[in-house]
């Protein structure tokens, strides 16, 4: 085989070979490079090829290094491993250009170019050279295995600018559903990953796409919390549309978690959180964003798909009603009797009594679990030096939001002209999608 040029799913530009083959003459290598094109980042690069004992210095041609644009708590191996690249609120997440990189004795180099696949587009390229296909294969494993080590147990952030909060763990009994559309929930993604692996050999798609909709605060949230530390050997992409920030990126943060999940050799749970703004901001197409689904991307491990919606009738219904994209829509509903018992109780800080619980829950009919929860702290900062008023004060904090709560919905209030959410809560998981009617 005489070809010196091998790559994954793209070409390789002539330009970047030679730019290669010239920073391998001023090293001195006497063998002419071998280029292979892969998938990962500047930052983790260096990461990787220092924790393994090298080392990594620009070369030339360098052109700088870039700033992240999200942070996904994934700096703490930066951090560990190349001190230099992090500061007190920022840190590199990439460089462009050359950089030289030596592991037992032997060097290679790795060049970080854009390549514009569409007008006013770009992907990110990573390809690395060495003096025979051996030696640079055996360092792209080294820097696979290591990357899947040091950066798979964070949720990997894309689209947003800053690291959201909030992302700790939530265990199964701290998500507060009825119990009936938990179990189904639950035991229908349960089994999607003990058959995933036996489909893949199957060749039958190992991918899967579930749709959670429902008002704000009714749980949606807590659940994909759950869902994303439920498996832990799954990595874990969390696609967040903060701002317009994202839509003027010049390098499509949509795409560039696409190709990174197509790289990973690990299953892995994408969450789309408000799916609905995301098709609406410009990120991404609607055309890319359901050939994605469709599966124009073949991942070698299944990849499990989770979309969260407040609002479902703003969704396309080649969305909702396609099998291959969302294959389940999960409706969550607000909070029934038990349910809110068991909110006031997760949410108290101080023990109510069964009957306190029962007439609080009575009170609130209505109410979501973010309702109930801000009554609850509410009243603990109220009482917080006197505990003993806690009951009484939390009565109170519930009546409140009761009242906002009404207020909000009604016809007389400005903030009610639109109805936030749901056009029409579901109080069970097998309710239909209400689409608002025809205006008279």
């Excluded at 505990?387 to 009242?403: D, H, K, Q």
Aim: charged residues 25%.
């Amino acid at each position: 085989m005489d070809h010196r040029v091998w790559y994954r799913d793209a070409n390789i530009a002539p330009r970047w070979v030679e730019t290669l083959r010239a920073a391998a003459t001023a090293l001195g290598w006497t063998e002419e490079p071998v280029v292979i094109r892969g998938w990962m980042n500047g930052a983790e690069l260096i990461t990787c090829i220092r924790s393994i004992g090298g080392t990594a210095e620009p070369g030339l041609p360098f052109f700088g290094w870039i700033l992240a644009i999200r942070n996904g708590g994934r700096t703490e191996p930066i951090v560990a491993h190349a001190p230099e690249l992090v500061e007190e609120g920022v840190h590199i997440d990439d460089f462009h250009g050359m950089v030289t990189l030596t592991l037992n004795g032997q060097q290679y180099l790795a060049l970080r170019v854009n390549e514009q696949v569409f007008p006013g587009q770009v992907e990110r390229a990573l390809l690395l050279a060495g003096s025979s296909l051996a030696t640079t294969l055996g360092l792209a494993a080294l820097l696979k295995a290591k990357r899947a080590e040091l950066f798979r147990e964070q949720v990997v952030v894309y689209g947003a600018d800053a690291k959201p909060t909030g992302l700790t763990p939530v265990a199964e009994a701290d998500v507060i559903l009825p119990d009936q559309f938990k179990v189904d929930l639950l035991a229908y993604l349960d089994r999607f990953w003990r058959g995933a692996e036996l489909c893949a050999k199957l060749r039958i798609a190992p991918t899967r796409g579930v749709l959670f909709v429902g008002a704000p605060g009714t749980g949606k949230t807590l659940m994909v919390r759950h869902l994303l530390h439920r498996y832990p050997d799954c990595r874990r992409f969390l696609f967040l549309v903060e701002g317009s920030s994202a839509a003027r990126a010049l390098e499509s943060p949509f795409r560039a978690m696409v190709q990174e999940i197509e790289a990973t050799d690990a299953p892995a749970i994408v969450v789309l959180e408000d799916v609905d703004r995301l098709l609406d901001s410009g990120v991404v197409t609607a055309e890319f964003f359901l050939n994605v689904l469709d599966g124009m991307f073949q991942p070698s491990k299944p990849v499990l798909w989770i979309a969260t919606s407040n609002d479902p009738t703003k969704l396309e219904l080649n969305l909702l009603d396609r099998p291959g994209r969302f294959d389940r829509v999960f409706v969550f509903p607000g909070p029934g009797q038990a349910e809110r018992i068991g909110l006031l109780q997760r949410y108290s800080p101080w023990p109510l009594y069964a009957g306190e619980l029962t007439e609080i829950g009575l009170q609130c009919e209505g109410l979501t679990g973010a309702h109930l929860r801000e009554a609850c702290f509410a009243a603990a900062v109220s009482v917080a030096e006197d505990p003993a008023r806690y009951v009484g004060i939390l009565r109170e904090e519930v009546r409140r939001v009761m009242r906002q709560h009404e207020q909000v919905r009604s016809l007389d209030s400005n903030v009610g002209k639109r109805q936030a959410g749901f056009v029409k809560v579901c109080l069970s998981p097998e309710s239909t999608i209400q689409r608002p009617g025809p205006k008279s």
